[in-house]
């Protein structure tokens, strides 16, 4: 299905800005918008319950994210000598830019670089799948999984991390007193 106008109102979302509004926000902007079955596939992609056998925007992206998270899970194993042929996920299909990645994310030294990176190749993962369509539904899709990802990274701040901080530490303390 094409959504010109919807697709054609969306702001730019570049890497590593913050959010022009939110992902809720932006749900309610497609309500009404949006057929009732592609609405349901934007609940299912912002709640991260796709189905990577799923057709369309919907299968490809969720076989990448199994993939994506197989081979995070890969990498993770390799580091401490365990085996996760048994827990392996299977999705459709296999995409060798995913396994780039997870390899460029590895290869970053600290965990917020790594998060970092894979959330970066998740953002470009997107880009590609919605490419070639500007005013069909992937491109509403691939935003609205963009806008959750600069969601999640602008609510981390020193101020939120600290608050997380010190509810962990009074838990280990009552934990501790108990």
């Known amino acids: 299905m094409s959504y010109e106008y919807?697709?054609?109102?969306?702001?730019?979302?570049?890497w590593g800005d913050p959010p022009p509004f939110s992902t809720a926000d932006f749900r309610a902007r497609?309500?009404?918008?949006?057929?009732?079955?592609?609405?349901?596939?934007?609940?299912?992609?912002?709640?991260?319950?796709m189905d990577p056998d799923a057709p369309g925007f919907e299968g490809a992206w969720g076989a990448r994210q199994t993939q994506l998270g197989n081979a995070v899970a890969a990498a993770?194993?390799?580091?401490?000598?365990?085996?996760?042929?048994?827990?392996?996920?299977?999705?459709?299909?296999?995409?060798?830019?995913?396994?780039?990645?997870?390899?460029?994310?590895?290869?970053?030294e600290s965990p917020l670089d790594r998060e970092?990176?894979?959330?970066?190749?998740?953002?470009?993962?997107?880009?590609?799948l919605a490419r070639g369509r500007p005013?069909?539904?992937?491109?509403?899709?691939?935003?609205?999984?963009?806008?959750?990802?600069?969601?999640?990274?602008?609510?981390?701040t020193d101020a939120a991390g600290r608050e997380k901080f010190e509810a962990a530490l009074?838990?280990?303390r009552q934990a501790s007193q108990a």
């Open 6 to 14: 919807l697709a054609a109102s969306l702001p730019l979302l570049f």
């Open 30 to 49: 497609c309500d009404g918008v949006l057929t009732p079955t592609d609405l349901a596939t934007l609940d299912r992609l912002l709640a991260g319950r």
């Open 76 to 108: 993770r194993a390799a580091r401490y000598g365990a085996d996760t042929r048994a827990v392996r996920r299977p999705h459709p299909g296999w995409d060798g830019a995913v396994e780039k990645v997870v390899v460029d994310a590895f290869a970053k």
């Open 116 to 128: 970092l990176e894979l959330d970066r190749g998740r953002w470009h993962l997107l880009d590609d």
């Open 135 to 156: 005013f069909g539904v992937e491109t509403v899709f691939a935003f609205a999984l963009k806008l959750r990802i600069a969601e999640r990274w602008a609510a981390l």
């Open 170 to 172: 009074t838990g280990l």
